[in-house]
């Protein structure tokens, strides 16, 4: 029997949070490895033997490394342990998942993470102060300049590629989620369509996206409180 394999990973990552929940909810064995970033353990000797990138997330599949998230879905699927509902095996199905996580990466994604590093993250781990408010309401225009887009172009049905899950919908939640820690939520009346797909997302992945998502509501009510 081969070996399970080992998933290194931190739920401050996105991609690491958002791939955790797919494997999880489509059943994908695999062993658990945390990586903290918080004690840049990715910053390792010891890990960089395992993804040269020194980032999370990766897989060790028996002499075989893998880094970056979508790498690690498909590797996963045509290897056959990941679900085929979130990941399809059909054609033009796969086509459109790949579309959307190709899209985000130099939109929803890249938008939503400046915004995070530079409103929570830099000023958090005290590398950088708090930006000016000139500069959030610039984040924050951006940010929503995309969130339209998403809106217009993406969600005509349940989900992003259909009346179905899949990892597009995984990927893309999640990063919107994440800005909880900057005290940003999508705004119902503004993208609506947006703020029903997340509720819908959030629903049928539970226990493990609000499992994968702790920290981030954890932090994020904190800073609500020390704001107030």
């Known amino acids: 029997m081969s070996k399970a394999i080992k998933y290194y990973y931190d739920f401050l990552s996105q991609p690491s949070r958002a791939l955790w929940i797919a494997m999880k909810l489509g059943k994908t ?3 658990d490895c945390p990586v903290a970033l918080r004690k840049q353990e990715q910053l390792t000797d010891e890990y960089r033997s395992i993804n040269r990138f020194q980032k999370v997330p990766a897989i060790v599949d028996g002499k075989f490394q893998l880094g970056e998230s979508v790498s690690i879905v498909r590797y996963l699927a045509d290897k056959g342990v990941f679900s085929e509902q979130l990941y399809p095996k059909a054609l033009e199905d796969r086509a459109r998942v790949d579309e959307f996580l190709e899209w985000q990466h130099f939109n929803v994604r890249m938008v939503c993470s400046l915004f995070f590093r530079q409103v929570w993250l830099l000023p958090a781990k005290g590398l950088a102060p708090a930006p000016k408010p000139e500069v959030v309401k610039k984040l924050i225009k951006d940010v929503e300049g995309n969130l339209g887009l998403l809106e217009r172009l993406w969600l005509d049905k349940e989900f992003l590629i259909g009346d179905q899950l899949t990892v ?3 990927f893309g939640a999640s990063e919107i989620n994440q800005m909880k820690l900057c005290q940003y939520n999508v705004n ?3 993208f609506p369509k947006v703020a029903k797909w997340m509720e819908r997302v959030r629903d049928a992945t539970n226990p493990y996206y609000d499992e994968a998502h ?5 932090a994020s009510q904190q800073a609500a409180k020390a704001k107030n």
């Open 29 to 31: 064995p695999f062993e």
């Open 168 to 170: 597009a919908d995984i």
């Open 188 to 190: 119902e009346k503004q």
């Open 214 to 218: 702790s920290f981030v509501y954890k």
